[in-house]
């Protein structure tokens, strides 16, 4: 099994930044993709970024220019830069991976984060 432990996250001002990290831990298994969703109590998940096991990236178009993803696939660890926070940002930010373990190839599984609270005041 895996699991995804974040840590980061906190309150801070309008116009400041914000760090997120997300480990893996297990053995014996690859990670594809790797995200960042978020969730408040007034709106559903959504995706924030998705980075490939690649580096390939993809943002929401609102935090395109202020956050940054970034993965180490030799610790498996994702990481999520925030700056320029605004109050819209403040939500319950999850981890998110798919994951293949070398015993059963082929079968890929989602694996989510507790959930770190980013509260950003105005």
């Known amino acids: 099994q895996v699991q995804l432990v974040e840590s980061g996250g906190g309150s801070v001002q309008s116009g400041g930044s914000l760090g997120l990290s997300c480990a893996a831990s297990?053995?014996?298994?690859?990670?594809?993709?790797m995200s960042w969703y978020r969730q408040t109590p007034a709106k559903s998940r959504e995706l924030v970024a998705m980075?490939?096991?690649?580096?390939?990236?993809n943002y929401a178009d609102s935090v395109k220019g202020r956050f940054t993803i970034s993965r180490d696939n030799a610790k498996n660890t994702v990481s999520l830069q925030m700056i320029s926070l605004k109050p819209e940002d403040t939500a319950v930010y999850y981890c998110?991976?798919?994951?293949?373990?070398?015993?059963?190839?082929?079968?890929?599984?989602?694996?989510w984060g507790q959930g770190t609270q980013v509260t950003v005041s105005s």
């Open positions: 998110y991976a798919i994951i293949e373990f070398d015993y059963n190839k082929g079968t890929r599984y989602q694996y």
């Open positions: 297990g053995s014996s298994f690859k990670i594809y993709s």
């Open positions: 980075i490939s096991e690649i580096g390939s990236t």
